[in-house]
C-alpha cells in the first residue's frame, strides 16, 4: 500500500505554467507498475492526464503536459504549459503498484485557470 500527497496546486492565469507534485510514502516511484494523474472539473467526470510507467515511458493526453518523476524524492510531476480555463479541476495522482492491481488515490489539489 502506499500514500499520496499532492501539492502544487494554485489560480494561474490563462496561459501561464504550472507545476504540480505528488509525494509518494510506502514504495518507490521506479518500483511502482504505473503513476499518473487525473482530473475532474466540477459537474464532469474523472478525466486521464497523464501516465508514467515503471521503466520510465509516458504518455500523455495533453501536448501541453509532461509527466515526470524525481526518483531521488521518490516523487511525481505534471508540468503544464498553456494552461486553457478548461484545464480547472481537481488533480489527483493515482499509483497502480502492480500490473491489474488495484488504484491507490491521491486527495486532489485544486487548480483554477482564470483571469
Known amino acids: 500500500q502506499v500514500q499520496l500527497v499532492e501539492s502544487g496546486g494554485g489560480l494561474v492565469q490563462p496561459g501561464g505554467s504550472l507545476t504540480l507534485s505528488c509525494k509518494v510514502f510506502?514504495?518507490?516511484?521506479?518500483?511502482?507498475?504505473?503513476l499518473g494523474w487525473y482530473r475532474q472539473a466540477p459537474g464532469a467526470e474523472r478525466q486521464y492526464v497523464a501516465r508514467?510507467?515503471?521503466?520510465g515511458t509516458t504518455n500523455v493526453a495533453e501536448s501541453r503536459f509532461i509527466i515526470s518523476r524525481d526518483i531521488d524524492k521518490n516523487t511525481l510531476h505534471l508540468h503544464m504549459n498553456s494552461l486553457k480555463p478548461n484545464d480547472t479541476g481537481v488533480y489527483s495522482c493515482?499509483?497502480?503498484?502492480?500490473?491489474?492491481?488495484?488504484?491507490?488515490w491521491g486527495q486532489g489539489t485544486q487548480v483554477t485557470v482564470s483571469v
Open positions: 493515482v499509483a497502480r503498484l502492480t500490473n491489474g492491481g488495484d488504484d491507490f
Open positions: 510506502g514504495s518507490s516511484v521506479s518500483q511502482i507498475f504505473s
Open positions: 508514467i510507467f515503471y521503466e
